[in-house]
Each structure stands twice: as C-alpha cells, then as structure tokens.
C-alpha cells in the first residue's frame, strides 16, 4: 500500500494524503473527496486512474488521519470547516507536492470544493488546472431535500447530546437508503457485497461533528452565476437515480460550464456510482483525462 504522508497548512492544520503511481511523467489527477469520505474510500476508482498518471489521494481537514487547525484565542475550539478553507487546503496539497498542472477531480462535496478552486485559480499563470471533473455535485446545495432534512436532525441530537447508538443507527439506516439506488439498496443490503461496502464507509475516523461541520459548509454554498467564468476542458458526471444531490443539478453545471461534457448514468444508480456503475464512471473519467492532458483552455 502507497505510504500516507503529511503537510501541514499555514494555519496548523495536518493534511494526509498518498500519490500513487507517483513515477509517472503524466499530468497528475487530485481527487477531492465529498462529506464524510476518507481517501480510502476512492478504492478501484483512483487505482484505475492511477494506471496512467499519479493519482493524489487525501483525506480532508478534521476527518480520517488529516487534523483540524489550532484555536484562534480566545476561542477554546478550531475554526469551523468551509468550503473555501477545503479548496485553499486542496491547492496547498498541490503546491507542496510542485504539481503546476493537474486535473482536478471532484465528488459530491468534493465536487463543490473543484468549483471553488477552479474559480479562485482563475487568472493564475503559475498554476494550470488541465480539466475539472465533477461527480454527483451540484453549484447550489438543496437546503429541503431528504438529504439536508436528515443532516438537521442529526445537527439537532449532536447539539442536544442525544446521538446514541439507537439513534446512530436510525441515522444510517436512512442515510444508506439515500446514498444508494432502492433498486439496489433492496437487491445488496443483506448480501456479503452490500455489507462489505457499509462497513467501508463505517471505518476510518468520521468525526460526526465534523461529518456536520462539511453539511453546513455547503449549505451556503451558491457558484451557479460564476459558473460561465470556468472555461477549462469539464467533464459532469450525474446518475438520474441520485437522491443526495438532484439529477438536475449536474445538469445546471454542464449548461453553466461552456463547453462542459455531460455523462449521465441511468435511474438505477444513485450517489454512490461507483459502488453500482460496474465501472461506467471510471471509464469514462479516465478517457476524459486522457483527452484533456493537453487542453487548449486556460483559466
């Protein structure tokens, strides 16, 4: 296994992080991850990417084996998570490791985090962001779907101190009822390939505060008059079964984005692709880098 290794950030935060295929002389891919994943989580995803390229893998601020920054006094507790501080982390990764040129993938939260950093990059000669990926994400979070109406109670029981195991397991119930198809949720929970894959995104150290602390970064979370500013090689990839984050939202960024690619996947995948796309995403991620190692569109 490709050792982790650490930065540490302007203001004290610890980020961990792992290249693989580092060897290469391809233009590397980073790959952002969305709320409450770890990099291990990218799995056969970033392997397959890897195949061609470096591939960064990194867990963000406050969650797997990356740390929060310090308090600022007088305050006793770190700074609250935002998406602006996870995209400056995501460029201080890259800046660390000298990759001026990079593809800059990003999944759900991870997703929003791209959008950010391509935008901030704008009008930067020293670094080139060659593409932007964007998996099930969205310019503008829903605030009343399922999806945020689970993440406010669960902000409500952590506030009250009412998160016990009864209620953790009701949360994520109905949480992995949300993140998968319910043609598959119904077809995989009680199979050895379902579990394997719960139990996955039970391990590693998930801080439900800062599980909470990502939601709300992304609940004011609005790009969607900037997007016609990006105008890099984009690839939006959105299945039509998601429930996390709407179908029509990765449509909005592939009309927002000039020149934007749209690859769709069908209703029977939901948030999760690549848990049920039988490597439809990956294929198709991966012949988009391939074609955008050298773009002609600059930021």
């Known amino acids: 296994m490709t050792q982790t290794d650490y930065i540490t950030t ?20 980073i790959l952002v991850a969305g709320i409450s994943s770890v990099k291990e989580d990218w799995g056969a995803f970033a392997e397959e990417l890897a195949k ?9 601020r406050g969650i797997g084996f990356s740390t929060l920054s ?6 006793r507790t ?3 998570v ?4 996870l995209a400056t982390d995501t460029f201080s990764l890259l800046e660390y ?20 950093l391509s935008l901030l990059l704008r009008g930067r000669d020293d670094f080139r962001c060659a593409s932007l990926t964007l998996l099930c994400t969205t310019a503008k979070a829903p605030r009343r779907n ?16 009412k998160f016990d195991d009864r209620r953790k397991g009701e949360f994520e119930e109905e949480l992995w009822g949300l993140l998968f198809s319910p043609a598959w949720y119904r077809e995989k929970r009680g199979t050895e390939e379902g579990k394997k894959i719960m139990e996955r995104y039970r391990s590693g150290n998930r801080p439900y505060e800062i599980i909470m602390q990502q939601f709300m970064a992304t609940s004011s979370f609005d790009v969607t008059d900037q997007l016609h500013l990006i105008s890099i090689p984009t690839l939006v990839v959105h299945a039509a079964g998601d429930r996390i984050l709407p179908f029509e939202g990765g449509e909005v960024i592939a009309e927002g984005v000039k020149g934007a690619k749209f690859h769709p996947l069908s209703q029977d995948i939901g948030h999760m692709m690549m848990d049920m796309d039988n490597g439809e995403t990956a294929t198709a991620v991966s012949s988009f880098l391939s074609t955008a190692d050298f773009p002609k569109a600059k930021l």
């Open 52 to 60: 061609h390229r470096p591939v960064i893998i990194f867990d963000n």
């Open 10 to 29: 302007t203001d004290g935060a610890k980020i961990a992080y792992r290249v693989l295929n580092k060897a290469s002389s391809a233009i590397p891919a």
């Open 82 to 85: 935002t998406i602006l501080q």
């Open 146 to 161: 399922p999806f945020a109406m689970l993440y406010f109670q669960l902000g409500e029981w952590l506030r009250l101190g």
């Open 97 to 116: 490791l000298h990759y001026t040129t990079f593809h800059l993938l990003g999944m759900s939260l991870g997703g929003m985090i791209s959008l950010q």
């Open 78 to 80: 770190p700074p609250p």
């Open 70 to 75: 310090p308090p600022l006094p007088p305050s």
